[in-house]
């Protein structure tokens, strides 16, 4: 297949695919959910009043109008205003967006960092008691609600013992990295590492069985230069795969942790927009969302034909 | 020549073979005796025996937790106490415009003269802020969320099945069709998803709960069944029940469902935790089960208020209940993975 036809073929399905999220999100939110000028409205409204909410809604129009419109906002970023704060969707969007960033991108950095750094220990320990060790420790870990880690992390580590402020977020980067996020991305790190443990260990361990790491072995090379020149490159690629992936989860920010630290991001305004049915924001978000990971997806597939001129041959 | 079959002749089937290979590792053996003990007790909850009385103060506020008690462990309230109210108004030389209301309910309280109360001072698990008991309601807590995560499981698993049955077999128009529609599901993040249609179903419980986790949660069944449906229906045995006149339906699900089993039992049991550890969080939140019911996320949620006030037995109670049902989940998957994939042992 030639390499333009790929990239239409690709962007083509692309494309479908958030179609079918923008009809997934409607029929989810003007169909499945009843009508929402009930909610919009409240319980006491009348039925003048619903009457004027779904005008002004747009509801007493025909579906096929109200998805073409809900289609054109897409298009145009503009998903109108919240319904709680009436400010626009798009401006809680950029404005929550930083402190998510602030908190997410420390920590996608470290884990990774940590988590090749462990994988690679407990490979090359495989089958020791340090391996053993490790797998029972993160099985048992992965399996204690993060709720729990949070709990109890922010009580000792900042009520009782005061080593880091309970709450809080100032306006400026710098204080908020050296101040407000360092616990909430020390327990972020700690939730999320093990299960990374466990699948770069996984992925490790394919590469290390194959015939050009018993090559390498036989040449003389040094077990030290065999795991992190020969294997941990071959390794890489799945592993950069799994870190492109978590890139749109970078959007959603940390619903559990910005919440409990009081971090206006955006994981904790989707929490607040459950709460107060804020449709269009959830809607909103749901989408942006979406349109991110197709497109990780997507460059991800260009970048492995380019790494790895086999791909496109089959 | 004819061979006389008689019942030691009889080979192993593959799920019997599978079965004992699970009894003898030590892991898979202890994990199976966990997950059952607690598949019991979600049954005796459900059936009545246990964890009924969750909702009752039956104990003093915040009743410590204790394992040794003393005889006097009780303490019993004069009752009507709530309706000597210290009037603060008459201080000032007004009079209560309350007051009529006041003596008719007092002289209510004086008709009714109900019995003085009991409470008791410590419980083995300890008391919440309400009095009840701690170990009641874990008992129904660990109930409410097992059941939520095994019955989505089985809605997430079926669906995952019947699509990744129909994608895989028929191919073609089928698999684009559903391919795309699990491209378009998994291309938004789990447990934004989970909000988003909590956000829209606007009404709590268990009912709402299983829905929201079995409609979301199926994509992952479906990739693997899809997958193992691709390489198994070019395969002899169902080249051979085609040419004996099989349908495909017959093909489907007698012929090649089986032989896919195990792939969906894993994913079955895998399900399960990842369900049961979203049906803590959104409880927690507050999209989960009703103030009227009793799960292990409601109970982090109090417990997290509790525990600045120095009450930590909810707390260790509940993640305790969890953790240790979870961790035997996770081996058990581990293990069935082990003992049902004959390539993985030699």
């Known amino acids: ?314 | 020549m004819t061979v006389q079959m008689d019942s030691s002749m009889r080979s192993e089937s593959a799920w019997s073979l599978a079965l004992r290979r699970l009894w003898r590792d030590p892991v898979g053996r202890i994990s199976l005796g966990v997950v059952t003990f607690y598949l019991v007790l979600v049954g005796m909850v459900l059936a009545g025996w246990l964890g009924t009385r969750w909702n009752d103060p039956v104990a003093v506020n915040y009743a410590p937790p204790t394992w040794f008690v003393s005889a006097a462990n009780r303490v019993t309230l004069p009752a009507g106490e709530a309706w000597d109210r210290t009037l603060v108004v008459p201080l000032y030389g007004w009079t209560d415009p309350l007051e009529p209301l006041w003596s008719e309910a007092r002289a209510a309280a004086q008709r009714i003269q109900p019995e003085p109360v009991s409470y008791r001072l410590t419980l083995p698990f300890g008391a919440d802020k309400w009095g009840r008991d701690v170990g009641q309601k874990v008992l129904k807590g660990t109930q409410t969320s097992v059941w939520v995560g095994l019955v989505a499981a089985f809605v997430a698993t079926l669906i995952g099945t019947v699509l990744g049955a129909l994608a895989g077999y028929y191919g073609r128009v089928v698999d684009d069709l559903l391919n795309g529609f699990y491209g378009v599901l998994t291309s938004i993040p789990y447990l934004l998803l989970v909000f988003a249609v909590a956000a829209v179903l606007q009404q709590k419980g268990v009912g709402t709960l299983i829905l929201i986790l079995g409609l979301t949660g199926w994509t992952g069944v479906f990739r693997l069944v899809r997958a193992e449906y691709m390489k198994h229906r070019t395969r002899e045995y169902v080249l051979a029940a085609g040419a004996l006149g099989a349908s495909h339906g017959r093909r489907v699900w007698v012929h090649i469902l089986p032989n896919v089993g195990h792939v969906v039992l894993v994913q079955f049991s895998q399900n399960l935790v990842g369900f049961i550890k979203s049906e803590v969080i959104l409880s927690f939140l507050g999209f989960g089960v009703p103030v009227s019911s009793v799960s292990w996320g409601s109970m982090l949620n109090e417990a997290q208020n509790e525990l600045i006030l120095g009450k930590w037995w909810q707390l260790v109670v509940t993640t305790v209940a969890m953790a240790v049902f979870v961790t035997a989940s996770s081996l058990l998957t581990d293990a069935l993975r082990d003992a049902l994939d004959p390539r993985l042992n030699s």
Request: aromatic share 10%; glycine share 8%; with cysteine.
């Open chain 1, 1 to 314: 297949m030639s390499g333009l036809l790929f990239l239409v073929r690709r962007l083509g399905q692309a494309l479908l695919t958030l179609l079918g999220v923008i009809l997934l999100v409607f029929i989810l939110f003007n169909w499945v959910g009843g009508d929402p000028a009930t909610i919009l409205a409240g319980k006491m409204a009348s039925a003048q009043d619903l009457a004027n909410v779904r005008h002004q809604l747009g509801l007493d129009r025909p579906l096929w109008q109200q998805f073409l419109d809900f289609v054109g906002q897409v298009l145009r970023g503009d998903y109108g205003e919240s319904w709680s704060t009436h400010e626009p969707v798009s401006a809680i969007f950029r404005s929550r967006l930083g402190p998510s960033l602030t908190l997410l991108i420390p920590m996608l950095i470290l884990e990774t960092l940590v988590a090749v750094a462990v994988a690679l220990l407990v490979a090359a320990l495989r089958g020791s008691w340090l391996d053993q060790g490790v797998r029972m420790v993160s099985t048992v870990a992965m399996s204690i609600s993060l709720l729990v880690y949070i709990i109890v992390g922010q009580y000792v580590f900042a009520y009782l013992w005061g080593w880091f402020p309970v709450k809080g977020w100032s306006d400026s980067v710098l204080t908020n990295l050296r101040v407000y996020a360092l616990l909430p991305v020390l327990l972020g790190l700690l939730v999320s590492v093990a299960p990374s443990i466990r699948l770069y260990r996984s992925f490790i361990l394919e590469e290390i069985d194959q015939d050009f790491v018993r090559t390498a072995r036989a040449k003389g090379l040094s077990e030290r230069r065999i795991l992190f020149v020969h294997v941990l490159r071959n390794a890489a690629i799945p592993i950069v795969t799994n870190v492109l992936m978590g890139l749109p989860g970078l959007l959603t920010g940390a619903f559990l942790l910005e919440r409990f630290f009081a971090i206006p991001g955006i994981g904790r305004e989707i929490i607040l927009a459950v709460e107060r049915s804020d449709f269009p924001l959830i809607k909103a978000i749901t989408v942006y969302v979406a349109m991110a990971t197709l497109a990780v997806n997507f460059l991800g597939d260009l970048c492995y034909r380019w790494l790895d001129p086999r791909v496109g041959l089959e």
